[in-house]
């Protein structure tokens, strides 16, 4: 990790470990480790030097997601989710109300949420159902039934898409910035989940009016391709690999008391932590290798919008997801039935529940639908 941001992580990490099984428990956002977020000033740690912020790279970025990651997936995903919100600000927004925003987040750590999935589209983020309304001059309203929008009620802003009029077809949308005090949520269910459960992704109607300044500049997809979903791909990775890093280490953990307790007896995980270990390692290089890719073309609209960029990205999210959910119960093997248990320190249920939804979050199947035309026209820029 670089140094630069090392200890700041490991603080919010210590936090969110505390808490991470009250939050599990409980279903509830993680709202100390956001706190600490907030006071070691990483919600605002992507913020360009232009404009004041530390310009952190999406390579460093994921350092820091995986770190918190590794303490608690809630925590990670929160950052996760965040700051792949935070990015487009400054990539894709230049009017008044959007700039605001951006000094929200540098000034006083805005936490940034997201409302882009519906009733009624299949968990389609690229179509809509509502439409953006405008009930006088230089004013916009929305209202979206959304089944998940994530720490809605602990946001400061939330980030909603929707048609760009009443008579547009559902692909054609915008993105719209709703600050709390511009929004109303109305409940409709609770998330109920097997993991990640402090992601509180509750189900809500979201309705909004404020000021048509909020508006992002570009299309949402264009945003989508070039921030929105290669952001949320990579930082999720990196939480991913804070989960399968957890659990190795408890693997660890146990072969070194195996060993500590039989000397001259090898202890039966050794071998398989060995593979568990390069499996992990290779995971990381996945990982990492993708983030400094995406710095690489951050400002390249070309190669942003390219069919390889747009493979690379969803390749990254599908191996990750289905690495985390073989690493973790590769642990869980070698831990064995202290792991398989909830109530020893050594339990490793809330790594296993947690992984099994990274397949599901954007389904792989749904990417490897969208994967399949694309890959007879591209390949992959290795």
Known sequence: ????????????????????????????????????????????????????????????????????????????????MHHSQALILWRHGSLAGV????????????????????????????????????PAPGRVKVVKDAPVIS?????????????????????????????KGDFHLEKT????????RGTASDSFILTAETSEDMLLDDDYGTISAHTALPTAHLLWSSVWLGIASSAAE????????QARAAIGFPPPGQLRLAELMVDLQSFADTVRHSAEHFDRVAGDPTALGSISFALSMNAVKVTSANAVVDLVLKALRIVGIAGYRTDTPQSLSRQV???????????????????????????VDL
């Open 250 to 257: 408890q693997a660890r953990s146990t072969v070194r008391r």
């Open 189 to 196: 269910g609770t998330w109920q989940a097997l993991g990640l």
């Open 1 to 80: 990790m670089s140094e630069r941001f090392a200890a700041r992580a490991a603080a919010v990490a210590a936090v969110a470990a505390k808490y991470a099984d009250e939050v599990d428990s409980d279903a509830r956002p993680p709202l100390e480790a956001v706190e600490a977020l907030k006071q070691q000033r990483l919600l605002s740690v992507s913020v360009p030097t232009q404009y004041g912020g530390e310009g952190a790279t999406m390579r460093e970025l994921s350092d820091i997601a995986t770190t918190i990651g590794a303490a608690d997936a809630n925590a990670g995903m929160v950052f996760a």
């Open 151 to 179: 720490y809605a009620e602990a946001s400061d802003a939330i980030l909603v898409t929707g048609r760009v009029n009443v008579d547009a077809p559902d692909s054609d949308q915008r993105m719209l910035i709703c600050p």
């Open 99 to 134: 700039r605001t925003t951006m000094r929200k987040v540098l000034e006083e750590e805005w936490l940034l949420g997201s409302a882009t999935t519906e009733r009624g589209i299949g968990g389609d983020a690229r179509r809509s159902n509502c439409a953006l309304e405008y």
């Open 353 to 379: 529940r947690d992984a099994l939804g990274a397949p599901i979050q954007i389904n792989n199947d749904r990417l490897l639908t969208n994967n399949a035309p694309l890959a007879l026209m591209a390949k």
